[in-house]
């Protein structure tokens, strides 16, 4: 029903920024809610940030004011910008799609994302 490609992870410096883009398959993106979840090793996938069908936003408290999701519906993608990186950010970033009334979810493959002190 729902595929999901992420791009733009990698290795960055604390301080730095890098921008990731989830892309999805479909005709029915606007009617996803879109989310960005991490998992660092030994630890349980968190939620990072969160955006419904109508563009409303929420952060987790660590990243609030660093982080901005956001969404194109014309090009059926969702980004995650990330600024002010710390080492604390290092994990695997995944993509989630919520499509409205179908009971069940679709996730991404995962990034990398490293960041170095």
């Known amino acids: 029903q729902v595929q999901l490609v992420e791009s733009g992870g990698g290795l960055v410096q604390a301080g730095g920024s890098l921008r990731l883009s989830c892309t999805a398959s479909g005709s029915d993106f606007s009617t996803n809610a879109m989310g960005w979840y991490r998992q660092a090793p030994g630890k349980q996938r968190e939620l990072v940030a969160g955006i419904t069908r109508g563009g409303s936003t929420n952060y987790a408290d660590s990243v609030k004011g660093r982080f901005t999701i956001s969404r194109d519906n014309a090009k059926k993608t969702v980004y995650l910008q990330m600024n002010s990186l710390q080492p604390e950010d290092t994990a695997v970033y995944y993509c989630?799609?919520?499509?409205?009334?179908?009971?069940?979810?679709?996730w991404g493959q995962g990034t990398q994302v490293t960041v170095s002190s």
């Open positions: 989630r799609a919520d499509p409205l009334r179908l009971g069940y979810v679709f």
